[in-house]
């Protein structure tokens, strides 16, 4: 199925020819400067492929309750910087990563999943920083800060 990309003022001129190309594959409809791009497809698409994600998570997260390590090796395959996170950290990003991905697929919001899975990318780079990874270990005495350090008035 091949994907084809349209100009979006090419949909409000020509609506009916623009969504007929969806029998042949998704339409990207592109918009000009920073806007993001949209996406036209058919339900019926939409719905297996909502559906294919649906079991394909739920499938991970039987192999992942009955032999975790073999779910954080995939983990590790697929995100190779999984690898800079500690043994424990390995095992709670891809239950994190397994549990947004669990009620994205049933949802249809995958946002908290992008998310989430960026935030675990950003912890694994600071592991693999011995610079950032001391200051991160260093004891935060925030207790002792004087009132006017504080940028947020005490209540």
Same mark, same amino acid.
């Given at each position: 199925?091949?994907?084809?990309?349209?100009?979006?003022?090419? !949909?409000? #001129?020509?609506?009916?020819?623009? %969504?007929?190309?969806?029998?042949?594959?998704? =339409?990207?409809?592109?918009?000009?400067?920073s806007?993001? $791009?949209l996406?036209?497809?058919?339900?019926?698409?939409? /719905?297996? @492929?909502? #559906?294919?994600? *649906?079991?394909?998570?739920?499938?991970?997260?039987?192999?992942?309750?009955?032999?975790?390590?073999?779910?954080? $090796?995939a983990?590790?395959?697929?995100?190779?910087? *999984?690898?800079? !996170?500690?043994?424990?950290?390995? =095992? %709670?990003?891809?239950?994190?990563?397994?549990?947004?991905?669990? %009620?994205?697929?049933?949802?249809? $919001?995958?946002? #908290?999943?992008?998310?989430?899975?960026?935030?675990?990318?950003?912890?694994?780079?600071?592991?693999?920083?011995?610079g950032?990874?001391?200051?991160?270990?260093?004891?935060?005495? #925030? @207790? $002792?800060?004087?009132?006017? %350090?504080?940028?947020? /008035?005490?209540?």
């Amino acid at each position: 199925m091949a994907t084809e990309t349209v100009p979006l003022s090419e !949909l409000t #001129r020509r609506m009916t020819q623009v %969504a007929a190309r969806t029998a042949r594959g998704d =339409v990207i409809l592109s918009r000009r400067g920073s806007a993001e $791009d949209l996406y036209l497809s058919t339900r019926e698409r939409h /719905e297996q @492929e909502s #559906r294919a994600a *649906v079991v394909t998570t739920e499938m991970l997260a039987v192999v992942a309750q009955q032999q975790p390590d073999l779910a954080v $090796d995939a983990l590790t395959r697929t995100l190779a910087w *999984v690898a800079w !996170l500690p043994s424990d950290d390995k =095992v %709670a990003c891809l239950q994190e990563l397994l549990d947004d991905l669990r %009620a994205g697929a049933q949802t249809g $919001d995958l946002r #908290r999943f992008a998310l989430d899975l960026a935030a675990w990318e950003s912890t694994a780079v600071a592991h693999n920083d011995p610079g950032v990874l001391g200051q991160l270990r260093r004891p935060h005495a #925030r @207790e $002792d800060l004087p009132a006017e %350090a504080s940028l947020v /008035e005490r209540p």
